[in-house]
């Protein structure tokens, strides 16, 4: 039975990461990981994103098409087809997670921390401050790892947007939090790999030099993939462009689970 742990470092640029990710870029140049630049989908804001990672589908489908539409998920989705054959969830994500995909609108208290087989995220601790350190959302990850070992984790540190967005892409604060996020991510790749989780590393968009997302220019819409199989058997630099679309079949594939028909672009695996 196949376990995936999915990082989605909100608004982490594909360059940014090339550049300044030297551990993540050290797993591509072994060939212990695979990588690939992600063409975000349009627009390129976070909800709407959100769902496209887990649904496979395009914002014109899934119907989550800006920051401002609160809603559960209506459609096939990773989280709820992962429960529906048998596997376990969890995430340490942004509260719009839980509205998506656990309850809405999000109680701070109720919805905060969660342990409930019932729902699509059954293991969940949600933040909601866009400045909550990464360390602590990578901390909270690592802890229900450890703890619950869910076949299926989502890992959303928010770092990368809210300091792009305070300071811009072209800047040493936005710059440097790359650096810390692959920093915590060496210290927590080698173990989770032990375990026998395949660890994906991605971003829904990026950010520009106006401190903002939501158009088509490159600089938001190329984000990094890292693939890093527990055997380290990685392909290196593909070099090569690969759809978003792609990313939630890709993780039903890891996790041994049918992919659903919704989701149309072929699996990278």
Request: hydrophobic share 40%; charged share 20%.
């Amino acid at each position: 039975m196949g376990r995936v742990i999915l990082v989605v470092s909100d608004a982490l640029r594909d360059d940014t990461a090339a550049q300044q990710m030297g551990y993540l870029q050290h797993l591509v140049e072994a060939e212990r990981a695979t990588r690939y630049t992600v063409v975000a989908e349009l627009p390129t804001m976070s909800r709407p994103l959100y769902e496209t990672l887990h649904t496979g589908v395009p914002v014109s489908v899934h119907g989550v098409t800006n920051n401002k539409v609160v809603r559960r998920s209506t459609m096939p989705n990773v989280f709820e087809h992962a429960v529906r054959h048998g596997r376990t969830t969890g995430a340490s994500a942004y509260w719009w997670f839980s509205e998506l995909y656990n309850r809405v609108p999000f109680d701070p208290i109720a919805d905060r921390e969660v342990d409930d087989s019932t729902l699509a995220i059954q293991h969940g601790r949600f933040y909601v401050e866009d400045n909550m350190p990464d360390r602590e959302v990578f901390a909270a990850a690592a802890t229900l790892v450890h703890k619950f070992q869910p076949d299926y984790v989502l890992v959303h540190p928010m770092g990368m947007d809210y300091l792009g967005e305070t300071h811009g892409a072209d800047s040493s604060q936005y710059r440097n939090n790359a650096i810390f996020q692959d920093m915590s991510l060496a210290n927590l790749i080698p173990g989770w790999l032990e375990r026998g989780y395949h660890v994906l590393v991605t971003a829904d968009h990026g950010i520009n030099n106006d401190h903002l997302h939501g158009g088509t220019l490159p600089d938001v819409r190329h984000v990094p993939l890292y693939l890093i199989p527990p055997d380290g058997k990685g392909r290196g630099d593909t070099r090569s462009q690969v759809p978003q679309l792609a990313i939630a079949p890709t993780v039903c594939r890891l996790l041994e689970i049918l992919i659903p028909e919704t989701m149309k672009a072929k699996p990278l695996v």
